[in-house]
C-alpha cells in the first residue's frame, strides 16, 4: 500500500510539474502579449484578476464534486481546462477573447490544486500530510523556475508559440494521469457533503469562517495576499529603486523560485514532523514580516538576493503548513476543504495585486510595509487563535458535522 502511495505521488508531481512548467511560461509573457492588443495597464490589471476572480468562485465547488465522484476525473476536467484555454489565448486576435479564455482557464483550471491537494490527504497519514503539500509547492517551484525562460526561448519564434506549447504539454499529461494515476478515494468513502451547492456560493464561504477550519482559510488568504503583494510590484521596485533590468530581475525570480522548490520540497514534511504545523506557521508568518522590512533595507544585489531569498523560503514553508494543518483537521470532505482552500488563496491573489498597486503609486516602499504589517497581524493573531496541540485533529469534519 505505502509502494503503491509512493507511486502515485510520484506520478502526480510528474503531472504538476509540466502543467506549471507550462503555466510558467505563459505568466511572464502575458504583459506582453496583452500590449500587442493594444491593451492599458488597467485591462491587463483586470485580465489577471479574472482569472484569480473565477478561481475564487469555482474552486469549492470542483473540490465538492471530487469529494462526491472521486479525484481522478475533476482532476483530468482542470487539465483539460488548462489546455483548451491556453489554445484558446493563443489563438485569440480580440482583446474579449483573451478575457475569454482567462475567464475559462480560472473556471476549469480551478479543479486541479484542490483536487490534487485533496488526493494527498486520500493517500498520506498525519504524519507525512506536510510532506505531501510541500511536494505540491515542490512542483509549482520546479515549473516555476524552468518555465519562463522557455517560454521566452519560445516566443522569439511567435508570441503565441508558449501558449500553443504549454496546451500541448497539459494535453499530454492528461493523456498520462487518465493511463496511470490511480484513484485515490474509493467509491464507498464518497461522502455527500457536496449536495447543497451546487455552484459558487459566498454564503457558504461565509459560514466556514466560523467552522472548524476558519482561521485557517484566513491564513491561506494571507499566504497568497503576501506572495501577490510582492510579486505585483518587484519588477517596477527594482527597476525604479535600483535601475535593474529584466535580465537581472529574470535571474532573481529563477533564483527565488529554485529556493521555494527546495524548500516547499525537502523541508517543510521534516519541519512539520519536528515540531508540528502551528509552531511552522507562526515561524513563517513573523519571518515573512521579517523579510518584507529587510527587502527594504537592502542597497547591493547581493543584498537583494538574499534578503528576497528569506522572504520566499519564509513565506514558502507557510503555504504547505497551512494546507496540510487544513486537511489534517478534516477527516472527510477533502475536496470541500482544499477547495475552500484554494478559494480564499484566490482571494489573495485578487485582492494583493490591487492593494501593492495601488499602494506603489503612492510611494514604491509601501506595499512592502503593508505586507509585513499584514503578516504580523496574522502572526499575533496565531498566537491566540493556534494552539501547538491543533497540530492534531481535534474536532474532525465529517459528513454529520461539515465543514460550513
Known sequence: MIRTNRRSMGILFITLVVVMLGFGMIIPLIPFYIDSFGASGSELGLLMATFATMQ?????????????????????????????????????????????SRALA?????????????????????????????????????????????????????LSMPFFVASALSALMLVFVLVLLPESLPRDARDQAGKGMHGPQLGEMWK??????????????????????????????????????????????TVIGLASALVQGGLTGPLTRRWGEVIVIRASLLGSAIGFVLMLQAQTYVAVLVTVSFFIISNALLRPAVSSLISRRTSGGQGVAMGLNNSFMSLGRMVGPASAGFAFDLNLNYPYWSGSFIMLVGFCLSLGWLKPTDSVPEQPVSETKPLL
Open 56 to 100: 475564487f468562485f469555482f474552486a469549492p465547488v470542483w473540490g465538492q464534486l471530487s469529494d462526491r465522484h472521486g479525484r481522478k476525473g475533476i482532476l483530468m476536467i482542470g487539465i483539460l481546462g488548462n489546455a483548451i484555454s491556453q489554445l484558446f489565448f493563443g489563438l485569440s486576435t480580440e482583446l474579449w477573447m483573451l478575457f475569454a
Open 106 to 158: 480560472g473556471i476549469l483550471s480551478a479543479a486541479t490544486l484542490p483536487t490534487a491537494m485533496a488526493y494527498i490527504g486520500d493517500s498520506t497519514s498525519d504524519e507525512d500530510r506536510g510532506s505531501g503539500m510541500g511536494m505540491i509547492g515542490a512542483a509549482m517551484g520546479v515549473g516555476m523556475v524552468l518555465g519562463p525562460g522557455l517560454g521566452g526561448w519560445l516566443a522569439g519564434m511567435s
Open 208 to 253: 466556514a469562517l466560523f467552522g472548524p477550519i476558519g482561521f485557517l482559510l484566513i491564513l491561506a488568504f494571507l499566504v497568497s495576499f503576501g506572495l501577490a503583494n510582492f510579486e505585483a510590484v518587484f519588477g517596477l521596485y527594482a527597476l525604479e529603486r535600483y535601475e535593474y533590468g529584466p535580465a537581472r530581475v529574470g535571474t532573481i525570480l
